[in-house]
């Protein structure tokens, strides 16, 4: 069956990335969350999408310019100005504390395409160890070389390629960087992609999957999962196929 995964959370209906996000994907009952983790100049796992603060926090510049001290007063509920004030960009760690209480699966895509973020992928690693996670864990990433950096340091996690343009035969590739998975953009995905990744064990995961069309073809096409902002909307037509 394939898993729906809530994009930043139930983010057509709540603030990205933050827990009223997560437990609105939860409450939908999405299988899965994707989130995304940026690293605090004192070397904290926020979970925000951007490198900047500018559009979706009350605050200015660069995350990797603040300590998490200052960081954890700000809001982020942006554009959904009737959300609680008290909505803060989560750590990563408070998501694995609510995942205590039900059985979602996590998908941590580590944004270091864009700044290296040392020590970024053993921290990642450490939390999960903490909490027992490896089975409930997905580490996804554009930077394909900090997956092959956490295959060397945690061999049985798996990991996720995500790719946005033309990839040959992106189940060899995720085979030769050994990803367990592969996290297309949605406009590069045909039917053979599907096809030859399940049958070589390669999980495959597109994003951001919001047309019904299209969530219908990929649950009728047998993929493993998907990434959506609207998680309950492809769980109705989950339902439907
Ligand atoms: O992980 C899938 C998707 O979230 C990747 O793109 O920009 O939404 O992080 P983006
Ligand atoms: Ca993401």
Known sequence: MTAIFAHRGFSAIAPENTMAAFRAAETAGADGIELDVQLTRDGRLAVIHDEKLNRTTNGQGYVKDWDWKDLSRLEAKYKFTEADQDIGIPLLEDVFEWMRENEIICNVELK????AYEGMEEKVIRLIRQFNYEGRVILSSFNHYSLTYVYRLAPDLETAALYSSHLYMPWKYAEAIRAGAIHPNIRTVKSEII??????????????VNKEKHIRWLIEEGCTGLI??????????????
Do not use: W
């Open 195 to 208: 096809r030859s990744s399940v049958e070589n064990g390669i999980h495959i995961r597109p994003y951001t």
């Open 228 to 241: 959506t902002d609207d998680p309950k909307a492809a769980l109705a037509i989950r339902d439907q196929v």
């Open 112 to 115: 270091n395409n864009e700044f």
